[in-house]
């Protein structure tokens, strides 16, 4: 504008106008906004982006059987101590891949190391013991999502670069009714009265992380009834895990911590236990499950990032995980968020998946509370096709476990879903946020829910867009 301009009375109401104008498109966008549909998607062109830093590692041409360090697939053998010595070599020869034959092979904890890849080839299957002091020492752990000292998980890694676990063989934990399961206190998974259980020691966790005990005085283990997990890759870098079977875990089967660059691939989980979820990457970025089918006793694809005091203390999200070509049998929900989530999560991609079964409670789920607290942002799910659920296709709910109880808000936000068709459910969309603090800016566009029972649920949820959503044929307002 010309100076002259402010010498003339007549002018000064278009300067004012033009001067709010310019402070309007100068002030930054509020953190939370709801976008309009023709907008939705563009989180997607992320992807390529996020493909590209997710690289499986690789290992140099060299092989060690394990029955060349005393290992014999008998079914009967321990081989603890050559799995032990056969990764040893691998590490001293810088590399390659710790091989194990056909046959059944029973062994304890196995603890990978940097450049390894443990190599299950064709009919071979590792057998873990039932005997929970095959699983000691403890060792630095996270235990649903509180960290602690506890029984080693079945393979464990702890700060490890390029390790992986590939073949088509299988792991079988052998957890059932007489073996961990009846740890959970549950009389369906075989718990009798005045058997231990983990009741006490899942409390006194929880409590020790609520008084910010150090880590290093949450010993559990021996004498203690945490069950342990069945593999746990903590704080790693360049993880591959791919093409194997895993059944009959005590707990969690795949649980990367704090690590980046994981790929997950080509693996078939079948396990039908108490908090056997099939995948759960917690605190982790840059994560790739593709083509892997779940049937399971809990989540298929739980994401974490820590709980209450302790997953605030880290302050560690889940970030860039994508969700690919995979199959949901069995399960609480096909892809999950939740609950351990107080150290937030973000840039969550899924589509292309297959998900049926009666026993399938939720399609996509999304569970938190105030006790937990955390954000969980811009997730993005398309061209998933359900044949049935049990409870809803897409639900999310602050009112999981403790409900409303605690200072510590939690935040969802940004959630797109599109070309999502179902042929049966409960209901169609269940959500329920808070008066306080709504679930923020969900997006549904071109979905088909049918043979829907009892309709939507939706409670203080704001910037709700339904864009050609049919449910029971129904277009939807």
Same mark, same amino acid.
């Given at each position: 504008?010309?100076?002259?301009?402010?010498?003339?009375?007549?002018?000064?109401?278009?300067?004012?106008?033009?001067?709010?104008?310019?402070?309007?498109?100068?002030?930054?966008?509020?953190?939370?906004?709801?976008?309009?549909?023709?907008?939705?998607?563009?989180?997607?062109?992320?992807?390529?982006?996020?493909?590209?830093?997710?690289?499986?590692?690789?290992?140099?041409?060299?092989?060690?059987?394990?029955?060349?360090?005393?290992?014999?697939?008998?079914?009967?053998?321990?081989?603890?101590?050559?799995?032990?010595?056969?990764?040893?070599?691998?590490?001293?020869?810088?590399?390659?891949?710790?091989?194990?034959?056909?046959?059944?092979?029973?062994?304890?904890?196995?603890?990978?190391?940097?450049?390894?890849?443990?190599?299950?080839?064709?009919?071979?299957?590792?057998?873990?013991?039932?005997?929970?002091?095959?699983?000691?020492?403890?060792?630095?752990?996270?235990?649903?999502?509180?960290?602690?000292?506890?029984?080693?998980?079945?393979?464990?890694?702890?700060?490890?670069?390029?390790?992986?676990?590939?073949?088509?063989?299988?792991?079988?934990?052998?957890?059932?009714?007489?073996?961990?399961?009846?740890?959970?206190?549950?009389?369906?998974?075989?718990?009798?009265?005045?058997?231990?259980?983990?009741?006490?020691?899942?409390?006194?966790?929880?409590?020790?992380?609520?008084?910010?005990?150090?880590?290093?005085?949450?010993?559990?283990?021996?004498?203690?009834?945490?069950?342990?997990?069945?593999?746990?890759?903590?704080?790693?870098?360049?993880?591959?895990?791919?093409?194997?079977?895993?059944?009959?875990?005590?707990?969690?089967?795949?649980?990367?911590?704090?690590?980046?660059?994981?790929?997950?691939?080509?693996?078939?989980?079948?396990?039908?236990?108490?908090?056997?979820?099939?995948?759960?990457?917690?605190?982790?970025?840059?994560?790739? #499950?593709?083509? @892997? $089918?779940?049937?399971? !006793?809990?989540?298929?694809?739980? *994401?974490? %990032?820590?709980?209450?005091?302790?997953? +605030?203390?880290?302050?560690?999200?889940?970030?860039?995980?994508? #969700?690919?070509? @995979? $199959?949901?049998?069995? !399960?609480?929900?096909?892809?999950? *968020?939740? %609950?351990?989530?107080?150290?937030?999560? +973000?840039?969550?991609?899924?589509?292309?998946?297959?998900?049926?079964?009666?026993?399938?409670?939720?399609?996509?789920?999304?569970?938190?509370?105030?006790?937990?607290?955390?954000?969980?942002?811009?997730?993005?799910?398309?061209?998933?096709?359900?044949?049935?659920?049990?409870?809803?296709?897409?639900?999310?709910?602050?009112?999981?476990?403790?409900?409303?109880?605690?200072?510590?808000?939690?935040?969802?936000?940004?959630?797109?879903?599109?070309?999502?068709?179902?042929?049966?459910?409960?209901?169609?969309?269940?959500?329920?946020?808070?008066?306080?603090?709504?679930?923020?800016?969900?997006?549904?566009?071109?979905?088909?829910?049918?043979?829907?029972?009892?309709?939507?649920?939706?409670?203080?949820?704001?910037?709700?867009?339904?864009?050609?959503?049919?449910?029971?044929?129904?277009?939807?307002?």
């Amino acid at each position: 504008m010309h100076p002259s301009a402010f010498r003339n009375k007549n002018a000064i109401p278009y300067i004012a106008t033009a001067l709010v104008l310019v402070l309007c498109l100068c002030r930054p966008f509020p953190s939370v906004q709801s976008a309009a549909p023709s907008d939705a998607y563009d989180g997607w062109k992320q992807l390529p982006e996020i493909l590209k830093r997710i690289v499986p590692p690789s290992f140099p041409n060299r092989d060690f059987p394990i029955t060349q360090y005393g290992a014999k697939g008998d079914g009967l053998t321990d081989c603890t101590e050559a799995f032990r010595k056969a990764i040893d070599a691998c590490v001293l020869a810088g590399g390659g891949r710790v091989v194990v034959p056909a046959g059944t092979y029973v062994t304890g904890a196995i603890h990978l190391k940097s450049n390894v890849n443990l190599h299950v080839g064709e009919d071979a299957v590792i057998r873990f013991s039932s005997d929970p002091a095959k699983y000691l020492p403890v060792v630095f752990t996270r235990w649903e999502g509180v960290e602690c000292y506890n029984y080693s998980p079945f393979i464990y890694a702890f700060e490890q670069v390029n390790i992986a676990i590939t073949g088509t063989g299988v792991l079988d934990g052998r957890a059932d009714s007489t073996a961990w399961w009846s740890w959970t206190g549950n009389r369906r998974f075989g718990w009798g009265s005045g058997s231990p259980n983990q009741k006490p020691d899942r409390t006194e966790l929880q409590e020790m992380a609520e008084k910010d005990v150090p880590v290093e005085q949450r010993i559990f283990g021996e004498g203690h009834w945490l069950r342990p997990n069945f593999i746990q890759p903590y704080r790693c870098r360049n993880v591959l895990i791919e093409g194997i079977t895993i059944q009959n875990s005590p707990m969690w089967e795949i649980h990367p911590v704090l690590c980046t660059n994981v790929t997950v691939r080509g693996v078939r989980v079948v396990s039908h236990g108490p908090n056997n979820d099939g995948c759960d990457p917690e605190s982790c970025t840059d994560v790739l #499950i593709e083509n @892997c $089918t779940f049937d399971t !006793g809990d989540d298929c694809i739980a *994401i974490k %990032s820590g709980r209450n005091a302790d997953g +605030r203390r880290l302050n560690t999200p889940s970030q860039n995980i994508v #969700i690919r070509g @995979c $199959t949901m049998k069995d !399960g609480h929900g096909g892809v999950v *968020i939740g %609950s351990e989530i107080s150290g937030g999560t +973000r840039n969550v991609f899924a589509e292309n998946c297959v998900m049926d079964s009666p026993n399938l409670d939720r399609v996509l789920r999304i569970k938190t509370n105030s006790v937990r607290g955390g954000a969980v942002e811009n997730v993005y799910m398309r061209n998933i096709t359900v044949g049935q659920v049990a409870e809803a296709v897409i639900l999310i709910d602050f009112f999981y476990e403790e409900g409303d109880s605690g200072p510590h808000l939690p935040v969802v936000r940004h959630i797109y879903v599109q070309n999502v068709k179902s042929q049966k459910s409960r209901y169609g969309v269940y959500f329920r946020g808070y008066e306080r603090s709504p679930i923020d800016d969900v997006i549904l566009e071109d979905c088909e829910f049918n043979n829907v029972k009892q309709g939507n649920v939706v409670s203080h949820v704001s910037g709700l867009v339904m864009k050609r959503v049919f449910i029971n044929g129904q277009m939807q307002p």
